[in-house]
């Protein structure tokens, strides 16, 4: 009995003492709720038919797709243990894409077209630290290859 | 549950902390809070989950021959970093370059932490450590929590156990001969101890960038070198050097190294040392270039201090060294001015080979009673010093003021260092102490004749020291260092960035991937990455030897592969963007499959491959 009281009261203490200090305030400055920021990631025309392509940013692409080890799980026109990525610029939005490949996990835990594919590869993309620069050259790339396999 | 307070004592003194917690609202749970001795020490050391510690505590592992990283105040045991004892799961001298930084030994004795220094605080760069019976210095540097280099064993020297002792601004670290022996190590007749027995001390140089290198060693009587300290602020520039066994014994240590009422604590000047290596002022021996004392006047004096006395510790301020008398009941405390006057005034009352023994009256200032069996001393910066008792079991704690004894606490037990929050800096914070135990006997459940050692937390914020948590380690804490977690997280990489790999066989994907053969030698360059080894299958002769160089292409924090082979030595983790190269050579033609022994995914199951040996 002794024993028991006091974590208890300390727990109580804890609460009480620590209530309030992590509100939902981050996510509101984002605007909106996961679900909603998610739903928002996929709403418009999907990256083939608002982006344009810039054949140089594309070619650098193509090179981080191999030294950011994309290419590991990643094929175009092959299923590797993550997704083929044939056409993607025709299924997704570019801003989709772009917090899939630099906040995976992120998209992993509110997105829910993430979310299927996780159920489906059984694997969790892997955050390979791809800056902003570099993931808009990544995007052209896929850009790229989706408006050739047309 | 024992030792704890009676419920009506619980019940006021939770409810006034949760009154306390409501008006303050504290978001880190730190400060404020009743001040009943036990009555709130959970929640001075509570951390809740996913939130960190306020401080890192490194502490040695002894004879385990590692490095143990705890949290404070939680005394959560985080990390191990191994240092020089192969260890398995991280792979610690199983893969070639770990392997060949341990040069073949299987043990390493950890004893003194150093942190790096910038102005006498400490900046959060490396630690370094010693390795006693191999006579070797160990770095690891602080971005990554890895040892990167190993020095030694240094020529000479006899169980390095006054080491490591960082420099002011990290110039050097040393070593010293615990056990003296023949220079160089030779047969002699052990009964010629006093004439053909030397120690040695030696100066260990630290580069820029961290990469230590033997400067110079000095020859010194055939005393037992035990511990050191740096100067720090008016003393920087010199080393002082504890020893027992200034009667030169050789056997019956215990009776015959204690026969004088004083041994001594040398100071060295290494600046002294440097502009006598640079005037070529030195022999070679065994490779290291090594001063003779008596030849270089100013290098290096005697303080005669009681009892084989075992800590030597420099306070903040840098004016006075502390000698913790072990076999005397007091703590002695040498004025670094009148040392410097005495040497002026060539005060002297004798010399051993060469160099001069300071008169004891001119440089003492105090003999604190401190208790028995003082070992070492610690620092908070507000003008106290704490001394640990051996065989008191006890921490006392004085003023550097009046030299009394304010206060005393019981640890449990045998005590050896103790280590202070930033306590052997020029600014310690005063926050919280470690006392570090040699024995632990009915503190923990018992579990057999082995028992966990531990290190006990005391709150030094208080107006007595408060012992509220036992900490049990693996191994003994032999010393530690204890650092504000602010200096080191703004450097630590989580990741080795990919870019930054220049291993000679990485490989980022497949296409880079290879299997080359050069003579009886293939080498294959593979890449892990969730949930494959890219090639995984291969076939080599039998009389070929293999070398996987196996690069982790993942940049995701704290997603590491393994890589193990049946019925080997082979196994080690691979971080995110780190190369290892594995080496093995199949004794037998059979199938030899390999896996990853590092959980990394739902589909971990399926990340194995086969190896064929042809008969
Ligand atoms: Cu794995």
Redesign the pocket.
Known sequence: MTGRLGPILLAAFILAGLAGCKSGSEEKAAGGSPAEIAAALNEGPRAAESMTLNPGLASWGEQLFKDKACVTCHAVGERKQGPDLAGVADRRTERWMKRQIMDPEWMLKNDPIARGLMAEYALQMANQQVKDAEANALIQYLLRETLAGR | MRRFPTPDRILMVFAAAALAGLLVNGCNGGGGGAGDATGDAARRVYVAPGEYDDYYAFLSGGHSGQVFVYGLPSGRHLNTIPVFTPESASGWGFDEDSKAMLGGFLWGDAHHPGLSETAGDYDGRWLFINDMANARIARIDLDVFKTKQIIGPLPNVSANHASTFVTENTEYVFAASRFSAPVPNTYQSIADYKNKFNGVIAAVAIAGDGTMSLDFEVLTPPFHWDKSDAGKGPSHGWVFFSCYNSEQAYTKLEVNASQNERDFIAAVDWRKGREAVAAGKYKVIEGAKVIDPAEVPGLMYLLPTPKSPHGVDVDPSGTRIIGNGKLAAVTVVHSFEKFQQAVTDKDFIGEYGGIPVVRYEATRVAEVPVGLGPLHTQFDGRGFAYTSLFLDSQVAKWSLDTYEVVDKVDVHYSIGHLTASEGDTRHPTGEWLLALNKISKDRYLPMGPTHPEGAQLIDLTRPTMELILDIPTYMEPHYGQIIKADKLIPNVKVIFPIEENHHAHRALNEEETSIVRDGKDVHVKMV?V??HFYPDTLTIDLGETVYFHVTNVEQDRDIA??FGILRSNVDFQIEPGETKTAKFKPEKAGIYPFY?S?F??AL?QE?QGYLAVRP
Do not use: E, K
């Open positions: 892990a969730r949930t592969h393994g990853c590092n990394c995914s971990h990340m």
